[in-house]
Nanobody
């Protein structure tokens, strides 16, 4: 499974961005997809996940109410709509796939990673 992330960029605080992730195919170990981020000098952290079948979503507390994850099963695409962006959201954002949404919350359980896309929020 190959994951291709896109949509990062530079935005002012309070602005919005939408990240996209395209999956080459779906397998039993990619029943859930989501996003992690990593800021310089920090560990990679879970942001959000969604299950392909039920569309069940999970969010890190730091982004709850501001970010929305969605999927398009017909296109094998997952999106992360980010609003009310803050400078602390600045990071390299990674698309990820795992067996289920619970497993996906821990980066050690990720089956597939996409390349990162940079999000920079200026104050």
């Amino acid at each position: 499974v190959q994951l291709q992330a896109s949509g990062g960029g530079l935005v002012q605080a309070g602005g919005s961005l939408r990240l996209s992730c395209a999956a080459s195919r779906l397998t039993t170990d990619s029943n859930a997809m989501g996003w992690f981020r990593q800021a310089p000098g920090k560990e990679r952290e879970f942001v959000s996940s969604i299950s392909w079948r039920e569309g069940r979503t999970y969010y890190a507390d730091s982004v709850k109410g501001r970010f929305t994850v969605s999927r398009d099963g017909a296109k094998n695409m997952v999106y992360l709509q980010m609003s009310s962006l803050k400078p602390e959201d600045t990071a390299l954002y990674y698309c990820a796939a795992a067996t289920d949404t619970i497993s996906l919350r821990n980066y050690r359980n990720i089956a597939y990673w996409g390349q990162g896309t940079q999000v920079t929020v200026s104050s």
